[in-house]
């Protein structure tokens, strides 16, 4: 009998239910996009926050202090200390190795052009007076074998998205060269390295994409203290790299004979905004402590992380990126939960006032069931189970549109669309059986004090 | 019908009247769902404008975003590694405000060299020197934290009077901050001494603070910039000028543009790593609050649209009434429109100022600033209330169709 009259109910006025669960979908639709856009945000923004670059800096633990005036280390080669590059491939296995987006291992020395230059057809022109510059030893777009059998793209390129480079950049490995060897055949040298050069050195010395440049080494004891490279691409940085000449790691090593070292690393990671938690120093946590700590990506645990995998080093937060962005991010996802707080509350107040309505124009029917003998429990009872029917199938329809709205406003503004969260669907529908409930809360009470017979009089 | 005379429209407001008294606990429920659009309606229009400002403030954190340099010299300049120097007046010569957005714009004159620093204290030897940059710098309110943003808040207040004793020295002792890794590597704590030396020239410098940025920075000593310019011999001059610029990018664009105009002879940049990351953001930001706020305002007004239609449903009793008596359609649905329009003006007056207020403790929540509340989103949120209430009327046009028989028979 019971479950008649709620079906009774539904089928007798289809248009009226079929307002109220449109009100109530409609509500729920507003809730699921905010929610789950608001839930997807913090990664998004956090991923957009590398266009700023690199978060951690890592380098010697025994270093003599950089010399560093305009990006440039003034610094002699054999002054400071310097780190093996063979242990880079490690970073991708620190436990936050999914956070790490990027790094670049830099080796910053003082170089000069010679007093020439090397024309197209590789006559030396000897016009051109001898300039000193800064070289730039570092990755570009290096495919990095992991321990675990994958490869890793990464570089300056990846570490610094503002970089420009007209042209391409420099590939790592020398191309092999086709020599033909009289009469027998032929056989593959390594030709000449590729190299960037910066735009304002290039204007400097009229340097143009695949025109080739000496560069030497000279205060630097090594076999080989002068290298030639073809210019592949003209660098923008609107830094002091405008005015250097970048090459491959490998190439600056063997010009400066520090065969498989680096002075610097530029490690750009995703990381959670620093809570005061995060600021406390590691060594005076308590073991739990230390674990939570640890376990979430706060910029200063992945520091730590890092240095266990690379010993010998210091690794320190730039503080200009990493505040910024904890700032940044902290405002932005306040104010989004702030509106969807918001968002949420009107929904819930319209969603609560259309329930109530149903309810209080039923009046009549609850007179006429009281009249024949039913208990208040009874009717309250009945009109729930209906309202919560009706919470179901429209908070169950509101989930589905509101995921296609949150993937809409995802896909426009970060051109990724949010995933679908269970946590939502739950979270909706537990709020829509709440606010229908709480909203026909009210009427009931009233309802279960009316008197049947004044109602059915029609007073 | 007679035309309508005053007897009429005193009969029509009579009759709008009693429609809103009729069931309290409706009038209450429409009030709240009018009420609850109107307030996240002019909650969000007032926070939506204040909020892109304030959040374009926030990129300040990120320190100085564009340098003054001195300009290149021709083309064949033998040494690029030669340090050029700028007149350091022109540092009073840039304006100090923005005049496209609000905030100040921070600056600081920088003149850079390399010295050897050494821990000079009265009691014992001089200890060993060793090479450092050192950075003498002016800058407004003697804060750096706007150009190098570092972890230590703001700077301590300086104490002018501390007295030095140890051997005499060429010029007045001074202050200086250091970066953390120099301190760790001197082993020297605030209020020491610390003795700088280029070529011939010395000074004695007392530390006021150590510094964390994570830069470049942390290993560098800041002088005050007379005293680096005594110890480079390079009166007047300063390296290059570091400015933060507040506002959003294309703010900061003619920002640029206009200084131009007034320091040609120096090259003028933006740092490119902050002002296209910002300018990014920025826009994934103002994207992402725009979308959510035409979404929320798109289906509050659905929402609402929605539970209005449901009340409206059930004045077919009443239509069916006042047509059975002789009223005309349109003067019925004029009646009703009359209702729904009350009823809009009401929730929207009432919603709209809960959420003028709504917005300022949001914008004291997120920014511990008070929202600024803009006047003209009242009137605008009252209208779009109203408009919202006399849309969700518009299913009574089918009631134009009822027929008084058929409801007074019960056929619903």
């Known amino acids: ?459 | 019908m007679s035309a309508p005379g005053s007897g009429n429209r005193a009969m029509f407001w009579r009759i709008v009247r009693r429609l809103l008294g009729a069931n309290r606990g409706r009038l209450f429920v429409i009030l709240l769902a009018l009420g609850a659009g109107a307030a996240v309606t002019a909650a969000l229009l007032n926070l939506q404008v204040d909020a892109k400002r304030r959040i374009a403030a926030q990129f300040r954190t990120l320190g100085g975003n564009v340098l003054i340099t001195p300009h290149q010299a021709n083309a064949d300049a033998p040494q690029a590694l030669e340090v050029k120097t700028l007149d350091a007046s022109l540092f009073d010569k840039i304006p100090g405000r923005n005049r496209n957005s609000d905030g100040r714009v921070a600056k600081a004159a920088l003149l850079y060299g390399i010295g050897n620093v050494s821990v000079s204290d009265s009691h014992s030897a001089p200890g060993s020197s060793i090479p450092v940059v050192f950075v003498g710098y002016r800058s407004t309110a003697h804060n750096l934290n706007d150009i190098f943003p570092s972890a230590d808040g703001a700077d301590p207040e300086r104490r002018p009077n501390i007295a030095y004793v140890g051997p005499p020295v060429p010029v007045l002792p001074t202050w200086c901050d250091i970066g953390e890794q120099l301190a760790t590597k001197l082993r020297v704590r605030p209020e020491q001494w610390l003795e700088v030396r280029v070529n011939g020239s010395s000074l004695l410098c007392n530390v006021n603070k150590v510094r964390h940025s994570g830069g470049a920075e942390d290993s560098q000593i800041f002088l005050p910039l007379p005293a680096a310019q005594y110890l480079l011999d390079e009166p007047g001059r300063a390296s290059m000028i570091a400015l933060n610029v507040p506002g959003n990018p294309a703010n900061i664009v003619q920002f640029i543009s206009d200084l131009r105009q007034i320091t040609p002879d120096a090259e003028i940049q933006p740092v490119r790593q902050f002002t296209e990351g910002e300018a990014k953001i920025y826009g994934r930001i103002s994207g992402l609050l725009s979308a959510t706020v035409v979404v929320v305002l798109l289906l509050t007004g659905l929402c609402v649209m929605a539970a209005m239609t449901n009340v409206a449903m059930e004045r077919r009793n009443d239509v069916g009434l006042m047509k059975a008596i002789g009223g005309a359609t349109r003067r019925v649905l004029r009646l009703f429109l009359a209702e729904a329009a009350l009823l809009g003006l009401a929730g929207g007056a009432i919603g709209a100022a809960a959420g003028i207020f709504l917005s300022i403790w949001l914008g004291k929540q997120v920014f511990g600033v008070a929202t600024q509340p803009r006047l003209i989103v009242y009137p605008v949120a009252v209208a779009l209330t109203m408009i919202v209430a006399i849309l969700s009327a518009y299913p009574l046009r089918h009631l134009a169709s009822v027929r008084p028989a058929s409801i007074f028979r019960g056929e619903a």
């Open chain 1, 1 to 459: 009998m019971f479950l008649r009259l709620v079906a009774d109910s539904f089928t007798r006025r289809p248009r009226r239910k079929v307002l109220t669960a449109a009100a109530l979908s409609l509500g729920m639709a507003v809730v699921t996009a905010a929610l789950s856009v608001s839930l997807d945000v913090g990664d998004r923004l956090a991923s957009e926050f590398r266009s700023l670059g690199a978060n951690l800096l890592v380098t010697p633990q025994a270093d003599s202090l950089p010399l560093e005036i305009g990006g440039v280390d003034y610094r002699t080669v054999s002054a400071g200390a310097y780190l093996p590059e063979a242990d880079l491939p490690k970073l991708k296995t620190i436990f936050w190795h999914n956070n790490i987006i990027a790094f670049a291992p830099v080796l910053e020395v003082s170089a000069m052009f010679p007093n020439m230059t090397i024309s197209k057809y590789g006559s030396p022109n000897r016009s051109i007076p001898a300039m000193q510059i800064p070289l730039i030893g570092t990755w570009a777009e290096k495919h990095l074998q992991l321990s675990d059998g994958g490869t890793f793209v990464t570089g300056i390129a990846k570490t610094n998205p503002w970089f420009h480079v007209e042209g391409k950049w420099f590939s790592e490995e020398r191309h092999l060269e086709r020599i033909e060897v009289a009469p027998t055949g032929h056989t593959y040298l390594p030709g000449t390295p590729e190299c960037v050069v910066g735009e304002k050195l290039a204007s400097r010395r009229n340097l143009q994409v695949g025109e080739s440049v000496v560069v030497s080494a000279p205060k630097v004891q090594s076999p080989q203290n002068m290298q030639s490279c073809d210019i592949t691409g003209i660098l923008s940085s609107g830094g002091p790299e405008d005015d250097a000449l970048l090459m491959p790691l490998r190439e600056v090593q063997e010009l400066v004979n520090k065969p498989g070292q680096y002075r610097k690393l530029y490690v750009s990671a995703l990381t959670k905004p620093e809570d005061d938690f995060a600021r406390r120093d590691p060594k005076t946590m308590k073991a739990d402590e230390f674990e939570r700590w640890s376990c979430s990506p706060y910029v200063s645990s992945i520091a730590f992380s890092i240095q266990e995998v690379l010993p010998g080093t210091d690794v320190r937060v730039i503080r200009r990126v990493a505040e910024g962005e904890g700032t940044i991010l902290t405002r932005v996802r306040a104010l989004l939960w702030m509106v969807t707080l918001a968002a949420l509350l009107a929904a819930a107040l319209a969603v609560g006032a259309s329930s109530a309505a149903s309810v209080i124009e039923r009046r009549t029917e609850i007179g006429l069931m009281k009249a024949l003998g039913a208990g208040s429990g009874t009717v309250g009872f009945l009109l729930a189970a209906e309202q919560l029917l009706l919470a179901f199938v429209g908070g169950g329809i509101g989930y589905s549109l509101g995921i296609i709205l949150a993937r809409l406003v995802g896909q426009k503004i970060f051109g990724v669309a949010p995933a679908p969260s269970l946590l939502v669907l739950v979270a909706v529908l537990v709020l829509a059986a709440g606010v229908t409930l709480l909203g026909s809360a009210l009427p009931l009470r009233r309802a279960s004090r009316y008197e049947p017979a004044p109602i059915l009089r029609g007073e």
